[in-house]
């Protein structure tokens, strides 16, 4: 049984760029979640997706946008990157209703 | 707001020696609780959870939490120490009328050998 999986593992991009990272759900979930985790901080919750609509959504300035899928597969984009978004990008998912959310292994991004 | 903090930054222990990694909460109402691990260059994995029932709670590799209401705590504990135990511990409490989850800032734990 795969678990989450996330792609690119790492990515490196300039000021004001934009980048989409992607995730696939474990199996049997439908619910997805993105954090974003700062060096040497916990994960920050950034928002939720749920039958292909944002449905929670944390802290963050309209420049992260994300996008769930029929399969339940989501992306996350983010618009005119600052050198403060680097961190690593955690994708989480679960059955809807639930609590016990499993983590992929995370995008690493570095903005420059 | 519901929140969990971790006390310390970094816990060494020897191997063999019990660990414990130090979790306190502030929620409302019943806490559900969490433990997550995160190994160098990795994902968060999950642990265990409290959500009812016995205050000691018992998880994945050979961990286990004791939940103390009195003292608002939820303390990660192992009763022997491994060198692969070497990682980064998060305490963590869904947000307010939420599923998602308030993680700490985390712990790192060093076994040495």
């Known amino acids: 049984d795969a678990g989450v999986t996330q792609s690119p593992t790492h990515l490196i991009k300039t000021r004001g760029q934009q980048v989409t990272l992607r995730c696939s759900p474990k199996?049997?979930?439908?619910?997805v979640s993105w954090y974003q985790q700062a060096l040497g901080q916990g994960p920050q919750f950034i928002f939720q997706y749920y039958e292909e609509e944002e449905r929670q959504r944390g802290n963050f300035p309209d420049r992260f946008s994300g996008h769930q899928f029929p399969n339940y597969s989501s992306e996350l984009n983010v618009n005119a990157l600052l050198l403060g978004d680097s961190a690593l990008y955690l994708c989480?998912?679960?059955?809807?209703?639930?609590?016990?959310?499993?983590f992929g292994p995370g995008t690493r991004l570095t903005v420059t | 707001a519901q929140s969990v903090a971790q006390p310390e930054d970094q816990v060494n222990v020897a191997e063999g020696n019990p660990l414990t990694v130090k979790c306190t909460y502030s929620v409302s109402g019943n806490p559900y609780l969490f433990w997550y691990v995160q190994y160098p260059n990795r994902g968060l994995q999950f642990l265990l959870k409290y959500i009812t029932g016995d205050n000691l709670v018992k998880g994945s590799y050979g961990f286990e939490a004791e939940f103390n209401k009195s003292q608002t705590s939820f303390h990660l504990k192992k009763p022997s120490a491994l060198v692969s135990d070497s990682a980064l511990y998060f305490c963590a409490v869904p947000r307010a009328g939420s599923y998602q989850l308030t993680f700490g800032k985390g712990t790192k734990l060093s076994v040495i050998p």
């Open positions: 199996s049997g979930h439908d619910t």
């Open positions: 989480a998912s679960k059955i809807n209703g639930g609590y016990e959310q499993y």
